[in-house]
């Protein structure tokens, strides 16, 4: 049996918000593809028990890439991080934070209640905050030209932006789709 290491609440959140910009047809049409659509009716819960395996995961990830296109996956997907971010924040996912940390501590506190639940682990390389993943679900079987985890890139701007930290932005710098060994995302200085 294969080990679940995906958490309820990752599932849930790309969930709703591939429904908030897709539309409930834009979803359903994803989780046909994807032989998902049974999720449609017995939705995850919000919980961070980890109930779904990487592998059920790629399945819903991958539809976006087989059915938009490369291009088309990586800017749809950098909406939906966009829209997991400002759900788990209004859902008080980070409530567990202390609010009067420093913005760069409070982010890094973020990054690692996040990684409790989807893994990977959270760094500092002198003044850059580093998350590395290298059991990526998101792009798993993935043979691609360029990076496209794109929704941890949305989900880390919108969680950059709740902790309170300036002029910065997430950036992929490595990808296991593009023959990486982790997928890797650095937060960075707005040029």
């Known amino acids: 049996m294969t080990e679940k290491t995906v ?8 969930l709703d918000a591939s429904e908030e910009v897709l539309g409930i047809n834009g979803l359903k049409a ?6 998902m659509s ?8 919000y919980s961070f028990e980890k109930k779904f395996t990487g592998d059920e995961f790629w399945a819903i990830t991958s539809s976006y890439i087989d059915v938009l296109g490369q291009d088309g996956a990586r800017a749809v997907y950098r909406m939906i991080g966009k829209a997991i971010g ?17 913005p760069e501590e409070k982010l890094f506190a973020a990054l690692e209640l996040y990684t409790t ?29 360029q990076p496209i985890c794109t929704p941890y890139n ?10 309170g930290v300036k002029n910065r932005r997430s950036v992929e710098t490595a990808c296991k789709a593009t023959g990486d060994k982790s997928c890797r995302f650095e937060i960075l200085p707005i040029d």
């Open 154 to 163: 949305g989900f880390l701007d919108m969680t950059i932006e709740w902790a």
């Open 38 to 45: 049974h999720l449609l009716e017995d939705k995850p819960d």
């Open 30 to 35: 994803l989780l046909n593809f994807s032989k």
């Open 7 to 14: 958490g309820s609440i990752v599932v849930r959140l790309t």
């Open 86 to 102: 400002k759900n788990a924040i209004k859902i008080g996912a980070f409530n567990s934070i202390n609010k009067d940390l420093a």
């Open 117 to 145: 639940i989807r893994g990977g682990k959270v760094t500092r390389e002198g003044d850059v905050i580093v998350f590395d993943n290298p059991e990526c679900a998101l792009c798993a079987h993935a043979k691609l030209d």
